[in-house]
């Protein structure tokens, strides 16, 4: 029998929201107590997410650069892929990582329990098979999982979802990805780039839907070159295990039907990892959807129990979770703290990649709010030529009255590493003219920021806007 513990803080869940969370509070010198169901601290984005997925990425990015060097003059043979060669390095990489957190969770005096735990009353966890927590604060952020349709659920493993096509089964002749998200772009994308012929199904007109649709359209355009068909407006009605694969049923406007795919790939979204968490135990209050209630402070219904990540709520990114989770340690601690930030990046980490912090402009519309945009399309960029990219943008929206800087996105390789400039810019309260009176290194990327913020001042050197005659 497992002794029980009494412990100042419990985290639920050992994600980068969670893992964030426990570290700052045993650097502060709290009595620390972390607990996850998986032997080792890292979450869905260590072990089934962000960065598997992104050393797969980074295997796909090899490939196209060898193709593209081409029109440099050199070229390589056909790439011969050894598949269990990849996954191992890709499982080299988790177990890297793991290490490390294992590591320094026991450096920090963390007591770390493996196990299902769920609340028992307000101020107490019971692990499965494991001790009873006794905690005077909780920090809930147990995360999401993949989001199933009732239609895919016919029990087959040619349907997979996204942990199961993290694990390199195979390449399929053909796959089938349903949903047009980051999800579904960035494994479809993988799966291309190893050989497979991939179609994408999305339910909505356009892909990404919620982002900018100037930042989409590069990345559209590149897509259509990778997969096989990218099919809109389209819904899967039915789905039947064959012999070859599954035969799949579609509505939509399209000329076939009815096609097999050797494997489904189901990427519709996540939901949140609420259910038997005795959360009503402990008087936590869940929305419709399973998220958990907040306050600004990240505490729940329950003063004494917090929730962060993907559980409390969109956007569900690592980063943001991270940053509650130190944000909730920060108030734990007594600290006058809010979760006040002017942007949260996103990144798409297609080819091209896609990221955005602050508002854009199809956001702006949707609030009737009036904004002012200036797109740099990257054939004007010196470094997007040498690249050989020159099918990138980069845009920024910014107020009309002040010139503050209110959002900035770019499609472009390299946009996820370029955004942070923006997150600073916007953090900062900086107008278009800060940046584009900041020195930026030439020739780089990043002067299609500060070239997007002289054209807003019709002044950039790279791009002629025309002026009225001075008489
Ligand atoms: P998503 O919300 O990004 O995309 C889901 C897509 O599926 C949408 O385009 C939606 O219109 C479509 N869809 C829904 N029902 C459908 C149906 N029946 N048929 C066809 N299309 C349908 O979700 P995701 O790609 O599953 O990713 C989940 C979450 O994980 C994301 O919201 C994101 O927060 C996170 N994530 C982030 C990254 C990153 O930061 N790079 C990468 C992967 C996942």
Same mark, same amino acid.
């Given at each position: 029998?497992?002794?029980?513990?009494?412990?100042?803080?419990?985290?639920?869940?050992?994600?980068?929201?969670?893992?964030?969370?426990?570290?700052?509070?045993?650097?502060?010198?709290?009595?620390?107590?972390?607990?996850?169901?998986?032997?080792?601290?890292?979450?869905?984005?260590?072990?089934?997410?962000?960065?598997?997925?992104?050393?797969?990425?980074?295997?796909?990015?090899?490939?196209?650069?060898?193709?593209?060097?081409?029109?440099?003059?050199?070229?390589?043979?056909?790439?011969?892929?050894?598949?269990?060669?990849?996954?191992?390095?890709?499982?080299?990489?988790?177990?890297?990582?793991?290490?490390?957190?294992?590591?320094?969770?026991?450096?920090?005096?963390?007591?770390?329990?493996?196990?299902?735990?769920?609340?028992?009353?307000?101020?107490?966890?019971?692990?499965?098979?494991?001790?009873?927590?006794?905690?005077?604060?909780?920090?809930?952020?147990?995360?999401?999982?993949?989001?199933?349709?009732?239609?895919?659920?016919?029990?087959?493993? &040619?349907?997979?979802?996204?942990?199961?096509?993290? +694990?390199? $089964?195979? #390449?399929?002749?053909?796959? @089938? =990805?349903?949903? *047009?998200?980051?999800?579904?772009?960035?494994?479809?994308?993988?799966?291309?780039?190893?050989?497979?012929?991939?179609?994408?199904?999305?339910?909505?007109?356009?892909?990404?839907?919620?982002?900018?649709?100037?930042?989409?359209?590069?990345?559209?355009?590149?897509?259509?070159?990778?997969?096989?068909?990218?099919?809109?407006?389209?819904?899967?009605?039915?789905?039947?295990?064959?012999?070859?694969?599954? &035969?799949?049923?579609?509505?939509?406007?399209?000329? +076939?039907? $009815?096609? #097999?795919?050797?494997?489904? @790939? =189901?990427?519709? *979204?996540?939901?949140?990892?609420?259910?038997?968490?005795?959360?009503?135990?402990?008087?936590?209050?869940?929305?419709?959807?399973?998220?958990?209630?907040?306050?600004?402070?990240?505490?729940?219904?329950?003063?004494?129990?917090?929730?962060?990540?993907?559980?409390?709520?969109?956007?569900?990114?690592?980063?943001?979770?991270?940053?509650?989770?130190?944000?909730?340690?920060?108030?734990?601690?007594?600290?006058?703290?809010?979760?006040?930030?002017?942007?949260?990046?996103?990144?798409?980490?297609?080819?091209?990649?896609?990221?955005?912090? *602050?508002?854009?402009?199809?956001?702006?519309?949707?609030?009737?709010?009036?904004?002012?945009?200036?797109?740099?399309?990257?054939?004007?960029?010196?470094?997007?030529?040498?690249?050989?990219?020159?099918?990138?943008?980069?845009?920024?929206?910014?107020?009309?009255?002040?010139?503050?800087?209110?959002?900035?996105?770019?499609?472009?390789?390299?946009?996820?590493?370029?955004?942070?400039?923006?997150?600073?810019?916007?953090?900062?309260?900086?107008?278009?003219?800060?940046?584009?009176?900041?020195?930026?290194?030439?020739?780089?990327?990043?002067?299609?920021?500060?070239?997007?913020?002289?054209?807003?001042?019709?002044?950039?050197?790279?791009?002629?806007?025309?002026?009225?005659?001075?008489?």
């Amino acid at each position: 029998m497992a002794q029980n513990i009494d412990t100042r803080i419990v985290v639920l869940g050992g994600g980068p929201g969670g893992y964030a969370a426990a570290f700052l509070a045993a650097d502060l010198g709290m009595p620390t107590t972390l607990i996850d169901a998986a032997p080792k601290p890292g979450g869905t984005c260590l072990h089934v997410g962000c960065i598997p997925s992104k050393a797969l990425l980074h295997a796909a990015q090899v490939i196209h650069a060898a193709h593209d060097a081409a029109a440099f003059g050199i070229t390589f043979g056909e790439p011969k892929i050894d598949l269990a060669a990849l996954r191992a390095k890709k499982e080299s990489i988790i177990g890297m990582h793991n290490s490390h957190l294992m590591d320094v969770t026991k450096k920090r005096g963390i007591t770390h329990v493996v196990g299902r735990g769920a609340f028992i009353d307000g101020s107490t966890i019971q692990v499965e098979n494991g001790p009873k927590v006794r905690f005077q604060t909780a920090v809930v952020a147990t995360g999401s999982v993949p989001a199933k349709l009732p239609t895919f659920e016919i029990g087959s493993k &040619k349907i997979w979802d996204s942990t199961s096509a993290l +694990e390199l $089964e195979t #390449v399929p002749k053909t796959l @089938l =990805v349903v949903g *047009g998200g980051y999800i579904g772009l960035e494994m479809g994308s993988v799966y291309a780039a190893l050989g497979s012929k991939v179609t994408v199904v999305e339910l909505t007109p356009g892909l990404l839907p919620g982002v900018d649709p100037d930042l989409v359209r590069p990345l559209q355009a590149k897509l259509k070159t990778q997969f096989t068909s990218i099919l809109l407006n389209t819904k899967v009605t039915k789905v039947e295990d064959v012999k070859d694969g599954v &035969k799949v049923t579609f509505e939509g406007e399209l000329a +076939e039907k $009815e096609q #097999v795919f050797e494997r489904v @790939l =189901v990427a519709v *979204g996540r939901r949140p990892a609420t259910a038997n968490l005795g959360l009503d135990k402990a008087d936590v209050k869940v929305d419709a959807k399973g998220f958990i209630g907040t306050d600004e402070q990240r505490r729940t219904s329950n003063a004494n129990i917090f929730a962060i990540g993907d559980v409390a709520g969109e956007p569900m990114l690592a980063h943001k979770a991270s940053h509650e989770g130190k944000l909730a340690v920060q108030v734990i601690n007594g600290e006058p703290m809010v979760w006040d930030p002017r942007a949260i990046p996103a990144v798409v980490f297609t080819d091209p990649e896609i990221a955005w912090a *602050g508002l854009m402009e199809n956001e702006a519309k949707k609030q009737g709010r009036e904004v002012k945009t200036a797109k740099f399309h990257w054939a004007a960029s010196g470094r997007a030529t040498t690249l050989g990219r020159t099918d990138g943008v980069t845009k920024l929206v910014v107020d009309p009255k002040t010139d503050l800087l209110l959002g900035v996105g770019l499609c472009g390789p390299g946009a996820g590493e370029l955004v942070s400039e923006a997150v600073v810019a916007l953090e900062m309260g900086a107008t278009a003219k800060d940046i584009a009176m900041s020195i930026h290194p030439h020739p780089t990327l990043t002067e299609t920021i500060s070239e997007a913020a002289e054209m807003l001042h019709g002044l950039s050197s790279h791009i002629y806007v025309r002026k009225p005659k001075v008489l």
